[in-house]
């Protein structure tokens, strides 16, 4: 049974940063793309940036510059360091894995998510 279980979330100050990671089990990643999405209640939930096997990352351009994808395929774990934080990042944030690279389709597999509330 394939996992994916997103850890690191919390509340913090605007401007300040956190660090997620994703640890996943049951399969190996490490020849495909994952990604972090985000939701917040009522709206429709984001790709926020994604990462293939090589290491190819994009960003949706609200985070670009302050969010950094990466991953660790010896660990089957991926992490997403967030910096400059805003009021308008908090949502959950949900881990994603991809059966090949392509990122820009809709993610197989998924994380429950955790919290992340910024105040401001």
């Known amino acids: 049974q394939v996992q994916l279980v997103e850890s690191g979330g919390g509340l913090v100050q605007a401007g300040g940063s956190l660090r997620l990671s994703c640890e996943a089990s049951g399969r190996s990643f490490s020849n495909s793309a994952m990604a972090w999405y985000r939701q917040v209640p009522g709206k429709q939930r984001e790709l926020v940036a994604a990462?293939?096997?090589?290491?190819?990352?994009n960003y949706a351009a609200s985070v670009k510059g302050r969010f950094t994808i990466s991953r660790d395929n010896a660990k089957n774990t991926m992490y997403l360091k967030m910096s400059s934080l805003k009021p308008e990042d908090t949502a959950v944030y949900s881990c994603?894995?991809?059966?090949?690279?392509?990122?820009?389709?809709?993610?197989?597999?998924w994380g429950r998510g955790t919290q992340v509330t910024v105040s401001s």
């Open positions: 990462i293939t096997s090589d290491g190819s990352t």
């Open positions: 994603a894995g991809h059966y090949n690279n392509d990122y820009y389709r809709s993610p197989y597999y």
